[in-house]
């Protein structure tokens, strides 16, 4: 059982052992992104003719770095003819542009790349974007192993039912429903190749009650917990893209902080509970605010699922808002490791170091909050003493904010 778990797994390509296809005009651009990313096999080409040729030949990239500007075939043009053609539509695409305009972004995407990245570049940040979708696509390669491994075994489990002329008959019911969950599956992975961020969970979700094999159960056990990880990182890579690119012009709504808050604390008291926390609040009466009210949500979990992991047993979680000073303050506080000084600022970047300190896993979840903020014309504060650490988002009160007080007068 284990040796079916191990041969899987040594059959998986190490991170370092994909290639890369480079593709932009300017070697010198070319030469700068080798050097960067020389721990990991590369293709180069300087036009997308030439790109195109890399792509269908019989050793494909498993990932490709897109210039968007370039003569005779632009990037855009390259993108639509690798996603028009079967054998290559499954290669992730990162966009490198120097084009910033919110329509030049979108066009990408709806040509089917899955990132995008302006020039000039962090260093830090391409290169963890590139590992995130490489682990996706190798996660996704795992993941339809699987299936041809299930579907295989449904296949022997039926062929040994039709020679028992049907006297098993417990065991061919069990069957039938098994084959169902099985072709429920398969057209998940379907869906899946055409859309890799919103197909892997379905699936995870049916094997996760039909699997009863143990050997086929511990590697699923193994697989789920990291494309969890990754499906969350990349929704939130996304919906911070979503809110770099078009979060300005989104519509805003008037949200009852309080009412949103309390519905947060109810999801999230069985993680709460699991380490004896409890939550302490108070709120302005009748405090409301004008946001794009998904982000604000996921914005507020992000914080308080922090503070549910960052927290001592037995802790206290508190969540106020206040007035001060013209501006309405939001502050969720936890007892528990202190953040160093100077690395607050570091764990609002994406994939920042800072968070290391805390967590073997970077993160993307303040830098969410911090984009959140930041296309609301508020502002992040962060501090972190052994009484306690303290995230106060505060907003101006000419943001569409509204209290008891307000509103009398």
Do not use: W
């Amino acid at each position: 059982m284990i040796g079916l778990n191990n041969s899987l797994l040594k059959n998986m390509k190490d991170l370092y052992d994909n290639t890369i296809l480079i593709v932009d005009d300017s070697p010198a651009n070319i030469g700068i992104l080798v050097s960067l990313l020389e721990d990991f096999d590369m293709k180069t080409a300087i036009s997308g003719e030439d790109a195109l040729k890399t792509v269908f030949n019989d050793n494909p990239p498993d990932l490709i770095l897109l210039d968007i500007m370039m003569p005779k075939m632009d990037g855009y043009e390259v993108c639509k003819r690798v996603r028009a053609d079967e054998r290559s539509r499954e290669i992730p695409i990162i966009f490198l542009t120097a084009k910033v305009q919110k329509e030049d972004v979108l066009k990408g995407f709806e040509l089917g790349a899955q990132d995008y990245i302006t020039k000039p570049f962090d260093t830090h940040e391409l290169i963890e974007r590139v590992k995130v979708q490489l682990k996706l696509k190798m996660q996704r390669e795992l993941l339809k192993r699987m299936s041809e491994i299930l579907e295989k075994k449904v296949d022997e489990k039926t062929a040994e039912l039709n020679e028992s002329n049907l006297k098993l008959e417990h065991a061919n019911k069990k069957l039938l429903v098994l084959d169902e969950a099985k072709n429920q599956f398969l057209k998940l992975i379907s869906h899946e190749i055409r859309t890799p961020l919103n197909g892997i969970l379905g699936p995870a979700h049916v094997l996760s009650e039909m699997i009863d094999n143990p050997e086929l159960r511990e590697l699923f056990d193994i697989l789920n917990e990291s494309v969890q990880r990754l499906e969350e990182v990349s929704k939130l890579a996304l919906e911070i893209t979503q809110m770099q690119t078009t979060g300005m012009d989104m519509a805003r709504t008037q949200i009852d902080i309080e009412s949103i808050i309390e519905k947060l604390i109810e999801t999230n008291l069985p993680n709460a509970n699991d380490k004896h926390l409890t939550f302490s609040t108070s709120f302005l009466p009748k405090a409301s605010i004008k946001v794009v009210e998904k982000y604000f949500t996921r914005c507020i979990q992000e914080i308080i699922d922090n503070a549910i992991k960052f927290s001592n047993e037995n802790g206290v979680i508190q969540i106020t808002t206040t007035i001060k000073e013209d501006q309405l303050i939001l502050i969720v506080s936890n007892t528990g490791e202190v953040i160093p000084a100077d690395q607050i600022e570091e764990i609002v970047k994406p994939f920042g170091a800072g968070m290391q300190h805390s967590d073997e896993h970077v993160g993307l979840g303040l830098h969410y909050v911090q984009t959140f903020l930041v296309i609301h014309g508020a502002f992040l504060d962060i501090s972190s003493s052994k009484e306690k650490t303290e995230i106060s988002l505060i907003f101006g009160m000419n943001d569409g904010i509204k209290t008891q007080a307000t509103e009398a007068l």
